[in-house]
């Protein structure tokens, strides 16, 4: 196992279904080192929200192995695998999963709820801080179905912080949002993961949204296909790579230098 990676996943095969089966993933090995923003893209079917649901302990491979800051996933009991995922992980969906029965606050509260109990003053003062950061202090006590999509997401963000996560895990974040809102929430990400080197791996079909990233890789049929650092090598030269026909699949886990991460 890579010792610089906080997620490092070996030879990720997934296949569904006993009478007739179909393979999603075949054999993905690779290492994101901590404080990397990475972006998976690929046609629809090319199993990226199957890794990332794998990388998330919401599903188990069929066979190889996840670690994350060590920890191998396939050592924990469903139960642990719950009490992991609330400690170290953070969600963002492009649905947001919001209980609407709850205000916005009351939302932004439930990892902790879940993890620990009814929250105390403190917790119940960062709650309202997340929502601070993400602009909606004063939409504290409004029910979720009374906020816009942009707004709702927003709590989402809130929401998937409020544990002090180590990696956050975003599945099409602003797929179901505006141009310009999607904008201001990936601008309001970038913000928040620069603050405290978190580790962030997102799911887009959107090429311009993944190449944001400090590195993209893309799915084909379920591999490993292509690579690239946009900071590294400019945005004009990624955009060639990812739109010509070719694999680099042999650069996917050549080790990369600080600076070249940067």
């Given at each position: 196992?890579?010792?610089?990676?906080?997620?490092?996943?070996?030879?990720?095969?997934?296949?569904?279904?006993?009478?007739?089966?179909?393979?999603?993933?075949?054999?993905?090995?690779?290492?994101?080192?901590?404080?990397?923003?990475?972006?998976?893209?690929?046609?629809?079917?090319?199993?990226?929200?199957?890794?990332?649901?794998?990388?998330?302990?919401?599903?188990?491979?069929?066979?190889?192995?996840?670690?994350?800051?060590?920890?191998?996933?396939?050592?924990?009991?469903?139960?642990?695998?719950?009490?992991?995922?609330?400690?170290?992980?953070?969600?963002?969906?492009?649905?947001?999963?919001?209980?609407?029965?709850?205000?916005?606050?009351?939302?932004?509260?439930?990892?902790?709820?879940?993890?620990?109990?009814?929250?105390?003053?403190?917790?119940?003062?960062?709650?309202?801080?997340?929502?601070?950061?993400?602009?909606?202090?004063?939409?504290?006590?409004?029910?979720?179905?009374?906020?816009?999509?942009?707004?709702?997401?927003?709590?989402?963000?809130?929401?998937?912080?409020?544990?002090?996560?180590?990696l956050i895990l975003a599945d099409?974040?602003?797929?179901?949002?505006?141009?310009?809102?999607?904008?201001?929430?990936?601008?309001?990400?970038?913000?928040?993961?620069?603050?405290?080197?978190?580790?962030?791996?997102?799911?887009?079909?959107?090429?311009?949204?993944?190449?944001?990233?400090?590195?993209?890789?893309?799915?084909?049929?379920?591999?490993?296909?292509?690579?690239?650092?946009?900071?590294?090598?400019?945005?004009?030269?990624?955009?060639?790579?990812?739109?010509?026909?070719?694999?680099?699949?042999?650069?996917?886990?050549?080790?990369?230098?600080?600076?070249?991460?940067?």
């Open positions: 196992m890579d010792d610089n990676g906080l997620v490092v996943t070996q030879n990720v095969n997934k296949i569904y279904g006993t009478a007739v089966r179909y393979q999603v993933l075949f054999n993905i090995t690779l290492t994101v080192p901590r404080g990397q923003f990475l972006a998976l893209i690929g046609p629809s079917g090319s199993g990226k929200t199957t890794l990332l649901n794998i990388i998330g302990a919401l599903d188990r491979p069929t066979s190889g192995a996840v670690f994350i800051q060590g920890q191998n996933l396939n050592d924990l009991s469903e139960e642990d695998l719950a009490r992991f995922r609330n400690k170290f992980l953070g969600f963002i969906f492009q649905f947001h999963y919001l209980l609407p029965e709850f205000n916005a606050l009351e939302n932004v509260l439930i990892p902790y709820w879940i993890a620990s109990g009814r929250p105390k003053g403190e917790i119940v003062d960062r709650a309202m801080y997340l929502l601070e950061r993400v602009g909606l202090k004063e939409a504290a006590k409004k029910r979720i179905n009374l906020l816009s999509g942009g707004q709702q997401q927003r709590v989402a963000i809130a929401r998937a912080l409020m544990n002090f996560p180590q099409e974040p602003t797929g179901a949002l505006d141009t310009k809102t999607g904008e201001q929430v990936l601008e309001l990400l970038a913000e928040i993961r620069h603050e405290s080197n978190m580790t962030m791996i997102m799911v887009t079909h959107n090429r311009d949204v993944a190449l944001q990233a400090d590195r993209v890789i893309e799915l084909i049929d379920g591999k490993l296909c292509k690579e690239v650092y946009p900071r590294v090598i400019g945005i004009k030269e990624a955009t060639e790579i990812l739109e010509s026909h070719a694999c680099n699949l042999e650069d996917i886990n050549t080790p990369r230098t600080p600076l070249q991460e940067e």
